[in-house]
């Protein structure tokens, strides 16, 4: 089955006891036995949900992985992978890294004696000079946020494979349809289902994919075990996202493209940070890994002011001002006073998130009102 019928079709099939073509949303937290220990394979509703067993399945085809686990956040399945370590081991992450995931690190983990280290790996061979003997997880995100680096996740997987450490990919921002890491060698993958996979804004949910037998079962003890599972109502309203997720990707990375377009020829924007671009640092690695190229940009003005940045904001009217992303309407950002704004001024002066640097999730609106929009809200800036 290629992707665009995977979507539709993976891992579902109609319900066998009334013909439903959709997934029923299996409501139960328990199930009957007929004696001890004689049941159909479901016994609690934390541990297994045939809803969410069709999601997991739908997942794992989707990332060409043998197994999908979800739970009831993207964080929460980034919890799962870094307690599958111990006191003592280390982990090198992505240095531009989703600020969630950040926190979760240094603020949770540390205290429980697992180290990490952040660093640039903008040029994968970097990397090699913070492996120890202790380093067990390589962290990768790509593209990073919001400044649209792009990580080589082959060659990263192969210093992994050569050092013995496992290497994860958080794909959330290029999805299954742009990007599939396990295929360039990565041992994981993680996703925000919340993103672009379920794709309305309307649900909070995560998932891990892999090949890996032992991985997957260390990881299913975990989701049981500490017990962030999604619920069957949530799944369902991913499992609903998914079917349409190749169309709504065509289309955010038409509109992307034309956006990224537009604002590199307006007089008022300095920088476009959109990994389609020529112009782009590792636009050659992007080709390579990806797809296409997505409809998540981040621009800077000439004027570079707060003043400049909150003029846009309060003209802007179609891309709505919030956090998240990957949703069918478009959304508008303000790293550094929303997303990024724990980061010291000069730290993220550093990486080129300047005060008034703007992030874009575009939509799949009509372009034209979308330009029409960015037009207005430009104007003389
Ligand atoms: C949103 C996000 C997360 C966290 O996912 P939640 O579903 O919000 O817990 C992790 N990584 C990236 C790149 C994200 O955008």
């Given at each position: 089955m290629r992707f665009n019928t995977k979507t539709i079709h993976a891992g579902v099939s109609p319900d066998?006891?009334?013909?439903?073509i959709m997934t029923p949303i299996?409501?139960?937290?328990t199930y009957v036995q007929s004696?001890?220990?004689?049941?159909?394979?479901?016994?609690y509703g934390r541990t297994q949900n045939p809803t969410r067993d069709a999601l997991q399945k739908n997942l794992a085809a989707l990332e060409n992985g043998k197994y999908g686990l979800c739970y009831s956040t993207g964080l929460g399945a980034i919890d799962a992978v870094v307690k599958t370590l111990k006191p003592g081991d280390e982990v090198i992450a992505t240095n531009d890294l989703y600020g969630g995931t950040y926190r979760l690190f240094v603020k949770v983990f540390e205290k429980y004696g697992i180290k990490f280290r952040f660093v640039?790996?903008?040029?994968?061979?970097?990397?090699?000079?913070?492996?120890?003997?202790?380093?067990k997880l390589l962290w990768i995100e790509t593209?990073?946020?919001?400044?649209m680096n792009i990580i080589d996740i082959e060659a990263l997987s192969k210093i992994g494979k050569t050092h013995h450490i496992t290497v994860c990919v958080d794909n959330t921002f290029a999805s299954p349809y742009l990007q599939n890491p396990l295929d360039l060698g990565a041992d994981l993958v993680m996703h925000s289902?919340?993103?672009?996979?379920?794709?309305?804004?309307?649900v909070v949910m995560g998932a891990l994919i892999t090949n890996n037998e032992a991985l997957y079962e260390d990881l299913k003890f975990i989701q049981n075990a500490t017990g962030a599972t999604p619920g069957p109502q949530d799944c369902f309203l991913v499992l609903r996202g998914i079917k349409t997720l190749h169309v709504r990707m065509q289309r955010h990375c038409e509109n992307g493209a034309a956006v990224a377009r537009f604002l590199e020829a307006h007089?008022?924007?300095d920088k476009v940070y959109w990994c389609?671009?020529?112009?782009?640092?590792n636009h050659d690695i992007a080709k390579k890994q990806m797809r296409d190229f997505g409809g998540m940009i981040s621009f800077t003005f000439k004027k570079d002011t707060m003043e400049t940045a909150l003029t846009f904001l309060k003209r802007i009217?179609?891309?709505?001002?919030?956090?998240?992303?990957?949703?069918v309407e478009s959304l508008v950002g303000h790293p550094a006073s929303m997303?990024?704004?724990?980061?010291p001024r000069e730290e993220r002066l550093k990486n080129?998130?300047?005060?008034?640097l703007i992030r874009l999730s575009v939509g799949i609106e009509d372009i034209n009102d979308l330009l029409e929009d960015l037009t207005q809200a430009l104007k003389g800036l």
């Open positions: 066998p006891s009334t013909g439903a299996f409501q139960t937290s004696a001890p220990g004689d049941h159909k394979g479901y016994e640039n790996m903008s040029h994968a061979e970097d990397v090699v000079k913070f492996i120890t003997p202790a380093t593209p990073t946020n919001p400044m289902l919340t993103k672009y996979i379920s794709g309305h804004s309307d007089p008022s924007i389609g671009l020529e112009t782009h640092p009217e179609l891309f709505a001002l919030a956090e998240s992303l990957g949703g997303t990024h704004a724990s980061i080129g998130l300047t005060d008034a």
